[in-house]
């Protein structure tokens, strides 16, 4: 048997948050009527020039700081020639041998614990194409052009990952990162976030990579798994059963959960790239640079670092709340009133009820029914034990539905929680004269009926008893197995 | 006559009220109607539009307003978008495509109230260089129809030579204005790379296209760049340079300034147009101007130079021409691929399919290197020697073409051959530069052109020393026989 080993490379699509498109004024908003987004520009109309959208060249910038790469101080637009009816102009503007941002890398947390490093060959800035449309025409096809013109950031990978989980777990860092950055909005449905992956198999040892495949147009991260795995498996046994891999461009089937060669968009592959004689080269000066720079948020990894060193948090919980920007400003806000000596606390329920929650509601974060200082007064009143963790979740439940703040709830109901020596050792000394054939029991040695006991007595007080001090008068009051 | 006039003239009497701008253009539109047929200068007349454009400038004039071309009847080459308008490009490709808006040229001369004519025939696409390549068939010569005016601009310069517009418009790719300007006895300008918007100027070759002007004069010349130049955010190229005031500086003398002969454009030259040449140079020494001979040593390479860096634009700038979002389509296409090949197969001709296969040739993998870039490399040596000549010299000067107008089918079917026809012309593409072309004399009763080129933005000297020139001479007065009255 051959241990093979996975080869991996991602080129992902992000869509750049602009509000008016790469090279025209034409609006980028999603989901308008067809052709109503179309410039003259983008229907290159004949006379018509690109004129570059400044804003996208910050966006760009922003991410190589983010990256820690080189920005080049001139970069140049490149046509990239093939005919398809989307294409209005017969080419594309991209970039190609001088791309903006290049020799990046970023840390990529893995299952294991462990940390990668993938390396970012390059990010260019150039435009989306149109949409072609096959349904509902008889014997013809529609050409939606409001999506050409639209500025993408293509951002190309290093060869470096080595499993499907982890081509994912690096898509998912960029994708949290564009969105920290807000230079894209990440929305996957939409097509803003895309990727095309590269995937290739080798004896393990091997040093020359082996022959790859190219996957496109994979738009969720489920897909970019299933789609690696499919491929390396197919592969893997194509190979194994004699035959080779060819160089292709292949299509995700999600219904069929399978690959299949993609009939190419144009007979060759001769783009014919040249530099754009419409566009002059951009340059980008030390000064441009220190600006963006200066917008730069706190980065993912900075602020994970930060949660783990200053509010003890491990790092799988520091890395989850520093998923995202607006997760991480509600768990700080959070504390904030609460203070940072809970931090674990509130974690504990931010990734726990609190996601649950906007999970099962699909609320964003941002849109949270409870607010982060209303969680905080909850959490507040279990740190003073005015409420046991166990009421706290019903009182959670309660603001959700009611919009209520946790004292109300808990006032309101009655929640407040006994503390009351004498009034819980009155309620122990019933449920025990209630109960003599478990009482001889446990004093015989079935000691598992301390949890009995702590049952009826929670059911009595409608689990209001503080549990600390429940467990210890109960201890004293039962006397200990005999 | 009124056609004879200047545009400085005629601005004069329409301003103190003594002639109309709607007689003017009534004037002009009875031109064309006569004399157009013989020529085919124009692919479209506007009467209606011009008339009424008219009328709104005489009524902007009535009002106390007045500017230098508020009311003045032009023609615009037919590669200039114009709102409304059939722009055909002089291509089927687009004889049926009415521009939706105005190119910057267009736009900026309608607000200064000039009026447009018609659209002027042209080249197809603006590749040709004697008018024969028009899907509208060719141009004209007026000094003598048996001849072609030149090209790709060859309506644009026909048109002007009859006197069927007080100034007309024109593009220079590699010559385009300078060598149908020659051949047709006007003053033709090609400003530097920039200083005019390309703005819905249909592209040919986007690093070397440049909007002009044909005019009688310098002078007017001068009126009218001053009104087209200027920085446009819509055109990336465009450049961010004040425009001066270029007719405040036509009189400026000329002593002290150094003309450099330009030595290559004289080997092989026709002993005639060698000797006009020399004469021009005795009239600039009069003038106290300095000249000494200039060698630019790569110069000769600027044809071949040219015709890589040129159609591998153009095979990019054309694709856009598919048929299927406007222009020309084949009738019932059976799929994609037919729909492409049948519609531009149909809608192109001959010589624009021959540049857009060299075009795709030079670009291809394999072959980028050894044409594309290499030209691009030898794009920089001949810019270099400009850069280096205008060190010792404020203007270059020599023949605008090797030889006067040519027969209309002598040399359509030789592509190398008329190509060469640019060989003096194209340097100042390659380089950027700006360059005139003007009436110096004749040779077997043929106009034959005089260029000038200068270093980046200096139209203003260019004009300057034409106009001196023009004020000491009288061959820009010629009007071709039956086109004078």
Known sequence: ?482 | MLHNLSVGELAERLRSRELSSVELTRHFVERIERLNPALNALITLTADAALAAAAAADRRLASGEHGPLLGIPLIHKDIFCTDGVRTSCGSRMLDNFVAPYDATVVARLKAAGAVMLGKANMDEFAMGSSNETSYYGPVKNPWNIAKVPGGSSGGSAAAMAARLASFTTGTDTGGSIRQPAALTGVTGVKPTYGRVSRYGMIAFASSLDQAGVFARTAADAATVLKVIAGFDPLDSTSVDEPVPDYPAALDAPLSGMKIGLLREFFDGLEPRNAALIHDSLKVFTSLGAATMEVSLPHLPLSVPTYYVVAPAECSSNLSRFDGVRFGYRCDQPRDLADLYMRSRGEGFGPEVKRRIMTGTYVLSAGYFDAYYLKAQKVRRLITEDFRAAFERVDLLIGPTTPTPAFDIGAKIDDPVTMYLNDIYTIGANLAGLPGLSLPCGFVDGLPMGLQLIGPHFSEGRLLNAAHRYQRATEWHTHAPRGYER
């Open chain 1, 1 to 482: 048997m051959i241990d093979w080993e996975v080869v991996i490379g991602l080129e992902i699509h992000a869509q750049l948050a602009t509000r008016s498109k790469i090279f025209s004024g034409a609006a980028t908003a999603y989901g308008a009527p067809p052709n109503t987004q179309a410039s003259l520009v983008d229907l290159a109309y004949p006379g018509v020039l690109p004129v570059l959208n400044a804003e996208a060249v910050r966006m760009a910038v922003k991410f190589g700081l983010a990256i820690g790469a080189t920005i080049a101080r001139r970069s140049i637009f490149a046509r990239k020639n093939y005919f398809y009816p989307d294409l209005p102009k017969g080419y594309q503007i991209s970039q190609y041998e001088h791309p903006v941002v290049s020799r990046g890398s970023l840390k990529v947390l893995l299952d294991d614990g462990t940390v990668k490093t993938i390396g970012v060959t390059r990010a260019h800035l150039e435009e989306d194409a149109g949409k072609s449309l096959h349904e509902g025409l008889a014997n013809a096809s529609g050409i939606d052009l409001n999506r050409a013109g639209t500025p993408l950031l293509e951002i190309v990978s290093e060869p470096d990952m080595r499993s499907a989980k982890e081509a994912v777990a690096y898509m998912k860092k960029i994708h949290t990162l564009v969105r920290y950055l807000e230079i894209c909005d990440g929305n996957m449905q939409e097509g803003s976030f895309r990727c095309d992956a590269n995937v290739s198999v080798r004896p393990r040892g091997q040093e020359k990579f082996g022959t790859r495949a190219e996957i496109k147009n994979l738009n969720s991260f489920r897909f970019v798994e299933k789609a690696i795995q499919y491929e390396v498996a197919r592969q893997v046994e194509l190979i194994e059963s004699g035959g080779r891999v060819v160089q292709e461009t292949r299509l995700y089937d999600s219904d069929k959960d399978e690959t299949r060669p993609m009939r190419s968009k144009e007979e060759a592959n001769d783009y014919r790239y040249f530099p754009d004689p419409d566009l002059l080269p951009v340059e980008i000066d030390a000064g441009f640079i220190a600006t963006v720079r200066a917008t730069l948020p706190e980065l993912p990894d900075e602020k994970a670092a930060r949660f783990a060193r200053d509010l003890g948090l491990s790092l799988y919980d520091a890395g989850v709340l520093s998923a995202s920007r607006e997760l991480g400003a509600y768990f700080e806000a959070v504390l904030t009133g609460l203070g940072k000596a809970h931090a674990k606390l509130a974690a504990n329920w931010v990734m726990g009820e609190l996601s649950s929650a906007l999970n099962r509601d699909g609320v964003e974060i941002t849109a949270s029914r409870v607010s982060p200082a209303a969680l905080g007064g909850l959490l507040a009143r279990i740190v003073d034990e005015t409420i046991s963790g166990k009421i706290a979740k019903e009182v959670f439940e309660a603001m959700w539905a009611e919009g209520q703040g946790a004292d109300d709830i808990i006032e309101k109901r009655g929640l407040k929680q006994i503390t009351d020596s004498g009034a819980i050792e009155g309620v122990i000394d019933a449920v025990i004269a209630a109960n003599p054939k478990q009482l001889a029991d446990y004093r015989a040695g079935k000691d598992k009926l301390f949890q009995f006991f702590v049952g009826q007595v929670q059911k009595a007080t409608k689990g209001k008893a503080n549990p600390a001090q429940l467990n210890e008068l109960l201890k004293t009051k039962l006397g200990g197995p005999a």
